[in-house]
């Protein structure tokens, strides 16, 4: 297979109402792209990813450092694994 694409944005549901406890980010606009590693098609993914976010709240520059990469990489393994189930 030559990989998946996929956009995403935030949507508004009433059934998930924002709250004063919580901050809800806002996702403008968020992309991926999922291809086989040419050398290890079979285990490994190349992915490219692209977001434009509001967290809508403080966050220290250095947590955000750390927590973002690894919920890039949760993010592309999900989308992967349902990728897969779909195209069955």
């Given at each position: 297979?030559?990989?998946?694409?996929?956009?995403?944005?935030?949507?508004?549901?009433?059934?998930?109402?924002?709250?004063?406890?919580?901050?809800?980010?806002?996702?403008?606009?968020?992309?991926?792209?999922?291809?086989?590693?040419?050398?290890?098609?079979?285990?490994?993914?190349?992915?490219?990813?692209?977001?434009?976010?509001d967290?809508?709240?403080?966050?220290?520059?250095?947590?955000?450092?750390?927590?973002?990469?690894?919920?890039?990489?949760?993010?592309?393994?999900?989308?992967?694994?349902?990728?897969k189930?779909?195209?069955?």
């Amino acid at each position: 297979s030559g990989g998946y694409r996929a956009a995403f944005r935030s949507v508004m549901l009433n059934e998930i109402p924002e709250t004063n406890e919580r901050v809800r980010a806002h996702l403008y606009l968020g992309a991926v792209q999922l291809r086989p590693h040419p050398d290890h098609p079979d285990t490994k993914t190349i992915c490219d990813f692209i977001t434009l976010i509001d967290l809508k709240g403080l966050l220290p520059k250095f947590i955000v450092n750390k927590k973002l990469p690894s919920l890039v990489v949760e993010d592309a393994e999900a989308k992967v694994k349902r990728f897969k189930e779909v195209a069955k």
